[in-house]
């Protein structure tokens, strides 16, 4: 019989450009709950520990902000994902040309 293991994508999460392919995904969906569980599996990737410390914040108010029920607020998502090594950026909705 065949063992199979649970998939976790914080295993596979272990450089920026693979954080930052994943919370795009994530935030493409504009679904709140998705985007607080990627930004915990990334944390977890990571070591909550260490983004405790990066970002000043506490490992509970890091546990709370990332619950799929949470609201939590832009200056700690802002200071989260630096922490992972990751920015945002805006770009337009689709690929029409902008108008000034």
């Known amino acids: 019989m065949a063992?199979?293991?649970?998939?976790d994508a914080a295993d596979y999460l272990?450089?920026?450009v693979a954080i930052a392919a994943y919370l795009t995904e994530a935030l493409e969906t504009n679904d709140p709950g998705y985007i607080?569980?990627?930004l915990d599996t990334v944390a977890?990737?990571?070591g909550m520990g260490d983004i405790a410390k990066a970002t000043g914040l506490?490992?509970?108010s890091l546990y709370k902000t990332f619950k799929e029920t949470a609201k939590?607020?832009?200056?700690?998502?802002?200071?989260v994902m630096?922490?992972?090594?990751?920015k945002l950026v805006a770009e337009p909705i689709d690929d029409?040309?902008?108008v000034a």
């Open 36 to 38: 607080c569980t990627a």
């Open 72 to 79: 939590p607020e832009f200056d700690t998502v802002r200071r």
């Open 96 to 98: 029409q040309e902008k």
């Open 82 to 86: 630096q922490s992972f090594g990751v």
């Open 58 to 60: 506490s490992r509970e």
């Open 44 to 46: 977890r990737a990571k």
């Open 14 to 16: 272990k450089t920026p």
């Open 3 to 7: 063992k199979v293991s649970k998939f």
